[in-house]
């Protein structure tokens, strides 16, 4: 069983899923998920969903880095912001919602080897509550500032801000992605989804 209280298990500090809670992903591994024929259906939907969440912070940091270089509109730019940011936010808190209450316990109760895995991802979604605060606060600034009426240097500030705040977040957010997929997926393809 692996020990969640790690420091080294932090979301900020981890680089993957320890050995240990690795040993379906092994058997399953990544190259293979799409032919096996457990895929379609709940897993093809969900990692739909973190194909999304990528896609969404990746637009939020080219768009920032499009109004930093000057060739996107402040009102075009506030506009994806609010958009974007909103979308991921909100769907982020309902996926997390949905895992940690529902599919999570259900998971856990398959390999008691991974169980342990499960307590790691439910501490990830407290983890990124704080950075999606962060995330959240930058992007309102960024907004903000980009009004017409602010002057450009501080508005070039704001967005500079977002913009590193936006990349640190993706880091963050790609590494329990990542990780909760080799647990999730994995487990679902050896088991079934029956219960989920």
Do not use: C
Not at 47 to 76: C, N, V, Y
Not at 105 to 124: C, H, M, Q, T, W
């Amino acid at each position: 069983m692996t020990d969640t209280t790690d420091p080294n298990l932090a979301l900020e500090r981890r680089t993957g899923l320890p050995d240990a809670l690795r040993v379906l992903l092994e058997e399953y591994p990544r190259a293979g998920w799409e032919d096996d024929p457990g895929y379609q259906g709940l897993i093809a939907f969900w990692l739909d969903r973190h194909m999304m969440f990528r896609r969404l912070t990746e637009a939020m940091r080219e768009a920032s880095e499009a109004r930093l270089d000057g060739t996107s509109e402040p009102e075009r730019y506030a506009a994806a912001m609010s958009r974007y940011g909103s979308m991921l936010v909100s769907q982020l808190h309902g996926h997390h919602q949905i895992e940690d209450m529902h599919y999570f316990p259900v998971l856990s109760g398959k390999d008691a080897r991974i169980a342990s895995g499960f307590e790691l991802l439910d501490k990830d979604h407290h983890a990124l509550d704080g950075h999606i605060a962060r995330f959240t606060e930058t992007a309102n600034a960024a907004i903000r500032a980009s009004d017409g009426q602010t002057l450009p240097g501080l508005a070039k500030d704001a967005t500079g801000a977002f913009h590193e705040e936006i990349a640190r977040f993706e880091t963050f957010l790609d590494r329990h992605l990542l990780d909760e997929e080799e647990l999730v997926v994995p487990v679902i393809l050896k088991y079934g989804a029956s219960g989920l």
